[in-house]
Nanobody
Framework: QVQLVESGGGLVQPGGSLRLSCAAS????????MGWYRQAPGKQRELVAF???????YEQDSVKGRFTISRDNAKNTVYLQMDTLKPEDTAVYYC?????????WGQGTQVTVSS
């Protein structure tokens, strides 16, 4: 069973930046696309971005041009660089395989965008 541990969240002002990290207990990037997801209070969890096995990326429209997903195979880590953050980006952010699998959800990392 692969463990995924998210980190890097925090409180940031609108317009600020954060970089989230997702460390995997072993490398699965060669066999699985990886995604970042988020869940805001009172809302369903949604896909934010994913990076395919071949390296291609997708970002949802609301974050396109502001968020960038990347990975470091040597470090077994997936990143989400978040720039120009908005209050509506406030949520708990999770990583998982893409498509997500139930037994891969971790604790997530809280991102709060507020002045």
């Amino acid at each position: 069973q692969v463990q995924l541990v998210e980190s890097g969240g925090g409180l940031v002002q609108p317009g600020g930046s954060l970089r989230l990290s997702c460390a995997a207990s072993r490398n699965i990037f060669g066999i699985s696309s990886m995604g970042w997801y988020r869940q805001a209070p009172g809302k369903q969890r949604e896909l934010v971005a994913f990076i395919a096995i071949g390296g291609g990326t997708y970002e949802q429209d609301s974050v396109k041009g502001r968020f960038t997903i990347s990975r470091d195979n040597a470090k077994n880590t997936v990143y989400l660089q978040m720039d120009t953050l908005k209050p509506e980006d406030t949520a708990v952010y999770y990583c998982n395989r893409f498509p997500a699998l139930d037994n891969y959800w971790g604790q997530g990392t809280q991102v709060t965008v507020s002045s």
